[in-house]
Nanobody
Framework: QVHLVESGGGPVQAGGSLRLSCTVS????????MGWFRQVPGEQREGIAA???????SYLDSVKGRFTISQDNAKNTLYLQMDSLKPEDTAMYYC??????????????????????????WGQGTQVTVSS
């Protein structure tokens, strides 16, 4: 059974940094595309960063240059380094694992295509709150 657990969220002031972690188990890591998503209450969940099995990465324009997705295969862990945080980055952040080759589609404009959404395994989320 695929299991993902996020950690590292919390309160931070604008301009600060956080690093989110997502520990995965239940399958061979690096055999899935991985992504980070975020959701604000009342809004659709959006993909913000993704990494595929070949190591290629994709970012939502609003986080490009500020956020960095990476992974440590030996630790079965996905990371999201978030720098220069803004109040509008406040959201619940989720990691997800999907079929190989789907990382680009994870960043589809919300709502996620149903075939993508239902193909993903999700973590429980970690809250990030950025104060001005």
């Amino acid at each position: 059974q695929v299991h993902l657990v996020e950690s590292g969220g919390g309160p931070v002031q604008a301009g600060g940094s956080l690093r989110l972690s997502c520990t995965v188990s239940g399958y061979t890591y690096n055999s899935y595309s991985m992504g980070w998503f975020r959701q604000v209450p009342g809004e659709q969940r959006e993909g913000i960063a993704a990494i595929d099995t070949d190591g290629s990465t994709s970012y939502l324009d609003s986080v490009k240059g500020r956020f960095t997705i990476s992974q440590d295969n030996a630790k079965n862990t996905l990371y999201l380094q978030m720098d220069s945080l803004k109040p509008e980055d406040t959201a619940m952040y989720y990691c997800a694992a999907g079929p190989p080759g789907t990382s680009a589609r994870m960043l589809s404009p919300p709502p996620l295509p149903p075939d993508v959404f239902f193909s993903l395994h999700w973590g429980q989320g970690t809250q990030v709150t950025v104060s001005s």
